[in-house]
């Protein structure tokens, strides 16, 4: 291991200040990059939060099996239509009951970006005091592989198929953390797991700014078994998915964006997918569509957060 590598292991290991409280074996898919997720977030932010989630690849292991759990954490089970009303509901209960924690309502692209899009927005409008935190693997992974509102275009789901009649999806996918940025809220990022000191740091903003009212957290999360990776690539596709920009990680707070790590020379947008099944098919007319919609992405958020020098907050939303 190099010495650099080691510095960086080093600094994340010095976020992990809490207990794992999750049992030794948990039923994730192998390569499931959920477990690291779910095993970081309380290391960093505590076991004192309150986590909130619905029907998901994540709800087996937060809900348990049979009567045993696997972690020591407090879960609340909801429905994807309401995700975040109901972690509305759980944070307004504990401030009036003077209990100090944290809401962490955490879900899939399915319920964030298309079923429950709604109530989060309307609870980022009303700056509800919890931290709603999206994995985003791209599709319906959990009951079959189906596209979602996030799932990148050209890639084969069990709804978008390759195949006679179908080459995988023919639209664009929507940005779901800039939109969420686009409500001014405290705190918004994108993270993913081959970057963990940017991700740790992100999570302890996220619980500095739910003192101030809502954090929304855009967390990439590749689905070993739904895109058709090796398990052992895992963060190999997330690091690629930030060295092509593919998926750039940046954070707002109050809406002003700021890139928290730039890549001075990305890579083409092949060598992301190159290792991913799902887009296998994809001949280079289609790849330069999916590279077209990274650079333009790209350079629409590195426009954002040059007016961050250029634009000041109205005086009653700066700290």
Known sequence: MTEKKKDNLTKVMDYLKHEDPFSKGVAFCPGCGLELLLRFIPQVMGN?????????????VLLGQNNQSWHTLSYFGTLMTGAAANATGLARYYRKAGIKNTVVCFNGDGTAADIGFGNLSGAAERNEPFIYICYDNEGYMNTGIQKSGTTPFGATTTTTPFGSASKGK???????????????IPYAATATLSDLDDLAKKLLKAKEAKKRGFAFLHVFAPCTTGWGFAPENTIEVCRRAVKTNYFPLWEAENGKIRMTKTVKKPKPVSTYTELIKKFAHLSQEDLQILQDDVDYEYCMLGGLSLLEGECRLPASLED
């Not at 004192?48 to 087996?60: E, M, Y």
């Open 48 to 60: 004192d939060i309150v986590i909130t989630g619905t029907p998901s690849c994540s709800a087996p």
């Open 170 to 184: 023919n639209l664009r996918r929507m940005n779901l953390a800039l939109k969420m940025a686009m409500h001014k």
